[in-house]
């Protein structure tokens, strides 16, 4: 009977459909509406499902089951959804039972550079490129959920996770985590946006109480996840901390207020690994699915006898769970990538994230492209031998690993040598040295800015005695520099690179490629100039390694965003403290020109529109791209606001003496401040500047507006 019922509803849905399509609508809503046509046939399909399902099967589905899985149920012809890790690529999990291992192993997955290094790109359309990339071999693996993008905010460079996220601007962030949402699921994967929310610290990461108020939280970090709704994403995982007060993945005020009702999402809602702790408040909160199994829904049937939770929020929140699935059809996806020359694409795009994201942050008498009179090149350092990637989780051990050493020796033969702990004698006697230095981060906790003693020391040691000494940092986020930058000729950040950056970055050593990454994150001078300092409660130290057991008996503990939405280089703007690297910046071999700004705000009154547009020219002698940054100031303002803000970027390639016009469309939204007070976008009309330049320092060309 269920069924014809299900036809009539089918058929009426669907005529209403094209029925208002043959009234001709515009482009946008019909997809809105075939987006809601999808999931309301997904929902009634979830509906009628439901009605067959027990009271105890209902119950199973919204508990994790062998750590990674949705159960299946095969009775009612439901297979089991497989989930992993992360944004940077495929983690092949070893730790499945054995037949999980033989169903869903990858022979192989791709290790793409870390997400930090892909947000350094500035690159939507690359980012998409990568996600899709990182969903096909999903595909591959029969993965149904990507535990990615992870979208939480580069806050304080000593979080240990900062390298999975996309550092510390909400527009970039924005940007880059919408086109990664959209590349990941043209593969039928589902993108889950994670940690939600204010987690942006892994120091006992289940202790911490985020603090912080409405206007920082919309201003600074819900916009990459509104980004990612927007652009489709079809789950959300909560994070570890509490956000004033409850723990996210319990919380009513998290889930159903700020996610589901104010940015809409009507996806699959998950708790990250153990991160919740009462079944009561996690019925009630809107969350869906307690990963990795039951521990808050371990007493579920108490709680119902109780009369504590009623079935019809246990049915809520397995409904979710099937209709998601069945609105991104994952039970109808196929296996298709098991053709090489696809590994050989994604390969391809991990070069190209490299290429892109390496920044050149020095290059003093430009050294860089080392020449042909550098005979004699030293390389030294551990990151020369061994390629860091970021630990936890997001782990992607690849295949093919380049190591730099080896792509060096391709490159410069013979005029490479390597020693591993050179001498002062050995370090003078070289025409130029390569130090090749960094930090291993991990997810699990935090690590400090200044580097570890060994690398530091290497690294003086080398500045100290060769003036020809260029520094690559290998990092997931910012470290201290500033007992040695200025004695270094040239500096490089290679983040992570994954299992092929290696060779982007001696292409660009040798010139190859000109380096176009820009900093999406602000390098301080020291970590007490930053906005996050004095986040670790009175007198502790950081900690590295797994401490589950030391983690959860540590005492709860208050992180105060007392810096409010002065995040990045909003804080250092404001407080007039000089960073050793701005947001944004990042050299090339050749360089650029701007000029020709005009402004149109005709369109303001009606539209709600602003035009900026100017020219770029390449006035150097080789090829290069440059990302041009524009900033908006709101200059008379009845509450306070960031001195800059930015609000649109493009990616210009040009010849040498070519020229290029860049238009930029700014919206309301561009010039308005989030106002608490009705939970809404406020415009404030007033004075205006906008500044359009190479960084959020290098301002090359502004002008004032009256809106
Ligand atoms: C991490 C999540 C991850 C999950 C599953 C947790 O420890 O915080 O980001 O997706 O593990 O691997």
């Not at 899985?69 to 992993?84: A, D, K």
């Not at 989030?674 to 976008?681: F, G």
């Amino acid at each position: 009977m269920y069924k014809y019922v299900i036809l009539f509803i089918v058929v009426s849905i669907a005529f209403s459909f094209f029925y208002s399509q043959m009234k001709g609508q515009s482009v946008k809503k019909e997809k809105e509406q075939f987006q809601s046509l999808s999931f309301k046939l997904a929902d009634t399909k979830a509906d009628s499902l439901l009605t067959l399902m027990t009271q105890d099967e209902i119950i199973s589905l919204v508990e994790g089951d062998r750590s990674f899985f949705i159960r299946p149920f095969p009775r009612l012809n439901l297979p089991e959804v497989y989930m992993t890790d992360a944004t940077g690529g495929v983690h092949i999990r070893e730790d499945l039972n054995a037949d999980d291992m033989t169903k869903y192993r990858l022979q192989k997955s791709t290790a793409f550079p870390c997400p930090l290094s892909l947000a350094a790109t500035w690159n939507p359309k690359l980012s998409y490129q990568y996600a899709e990339a990182v969903g096909e071999e999903c595909r591959a693996g029969g993965i149904g959920i990507l535990l990615g993008p992870g979208v939480n905010t580069y806050r304080v460079s000593q979080c240990g996770r900062n390298f999975e996220y996309f550092g510390e601007d909400p527009f970039l962030r924005a940007k880059m985590v919408s086109a990664y949402v959209k590349g990941v699921q043209s593969t039928g994967t589902i993108a889950t946006l994670k940690h939600f929310v204010a987690n942006n610290t892994d120091y006992y990461r289940r202790r911490s109480n985020s603090l912080l108020d409405e206007r920082t939280l919309n201003e600074i970090y819900l916009p990459p996840f509104q980004a990612g709704i927007d652009a489709g994403a079809q789950a959300v995982m909560t994070s570890y901390n509490r956000l004033n007060g409850e723990w996210c993945g319990q919380s009513e005020y998290v889930i159903n207020g700020i996610l589901r009702k104010q940015l809409g999402f009507q996806g699959l809602v998950m708790t990250d690994w153990w991160s919740v702790y009462d079944g009561e408040k996690l019925v009630q909160s809107g969350q869906d699915l307690e990963m990795p199994y039951a521990v808050a829904l371990k007493d579920v049937h108490q709680l119902l006898q109780e009369g504590k939770i009623r079935i019809e929020d246990i049915k809520r929140m397995a409904k979710s769970i099937l209709r998601t699935c069945f609105v991104m059809k994952l039970n109808d996806r196929g296996k298709n990538l098991s053709d090489s020359t696809l590994y050989e694409n994604h390969e391809l795009i991990a070069l190209q994230t490299a290429r892109e994201g390496i920044v050149l942050l020095k290059n003093e008498k430009n050294i860089l492209p080392l020449q042909e009179n550098k005979k004699k090149i030293l390389v030294t350092g551990d990151y020369a031998v061994k390629n860091a990637v970021g630990g936890g989780s997001a782990f992607v051990k690849g295949y093919n690993n380049r190591l730099m050493l080896d792509e060096l020796k391709k490159e410069f033969g013979d005029r490479i040598l390597y020693v591993e702990n050179p001498n002062p004698d050995q370090i003078q006697s070289a025409d130029a040295v390569l130090c090749a230095i960094g930090t291993e981060d991990s997810e699990g906790w935090d690590r400090p800015f200044a580097l570890p003693q060994d690398q530091e020391k290497k690294v003086e040691d080398c500045v100290n005695n060769n003036p020809n000494t260029i520094v690559i940092v290998t990092s997931g986020g910012g470290i201290r520099m500033t007992d040695w930058n200025n004695k270094a000729k040239a500096v490089l950040y290679a983040w992570y690179g994954g299992q092929i950056g290696n060779k982007a970055l001696i292409e660009i050593i040798a010139g190859k490629t000109n380096p176009s990454g820009k900093l999406p994150i602000t390098i301080e001078k020291e970590f007490k100039d930053s906005p996050g300092y004095g986040y670790l409660p009175e007198g502790e130290i950081l900690y590295q390694g797994w401490h589950e057991k030391e983690e959860r008996a540590h005492p709860l503990y208050d992180i105060r965003y007392t810096e409010g939405i002065f995040v990045g280089y909003r804080w250092y703007e404001k407080k007039n403290i000089e960073p050793l690297y701005s947001f944004g910046f990042g050299l090339s071999y050749t360089s650029f020109e701007y000029g020709d700004l005009t402004i149109g705000t005709d369109m303001f009154q009606d539209q709600g529109k602003v035009e900026v547009s100017f020219t770029v020219k390449n006035i150097g002698a080789r090829r290069g791209s440059e990302t041009v940054q524009l900033y908006v100031q709101d200059v008379e303002c009845t509450v306070p606001r960031p001195l800059k803000e930015l609000k649109g970027f493009a990616k210009v390639d040009l010849e040498p003496g070519q020229s290029n016009t860049v238009v930029i469309e700014l919206t309301t939204k561009d010039f308005s401040f989030w106002n608490p007070e009705t939970k809404d976008w406020f415009f404030e009309k007033g004075t205006f500047i906008i500044q359009v330049g190479s960084s959020s320092k290098e301002i090359k060309i502004q002008k004032q507006i009256e809106l």
